[in-house]
């Protein structure tokens, strides 16, 4: 899967814990991290003044839940 920073996602845990995110950046050196911004309390058009979370692209699924 191929993410750019904007795009929506939503992580899966092993749990089926689900939460929904935006990308944020791709990792510098690790074509299969990508940072995402999961909580901006809402502020989903600046979620870019957020801090992201560095997140396997395996464990992510494209949209929002």
Do not use: R
């Amino acid at each position: 899967m191929k993410l750019e920073p904007g795009d929506k996602v939503h992580y899966c845990s092993g749990s089926g814990n689900k939460e929904n995110g935006i990308v944020k950046s791709q990792h510098a050196t690790l074509d299969d991290i990508v940072f995402v911004v999961y909580k901006c309390a809402g502020d989903w058009d600046n979620y870019y003044n957020y801090t992201g979370v560095a997140t396997p692209i395996y464990k992510l699924k494209e949209d929002w839940i």
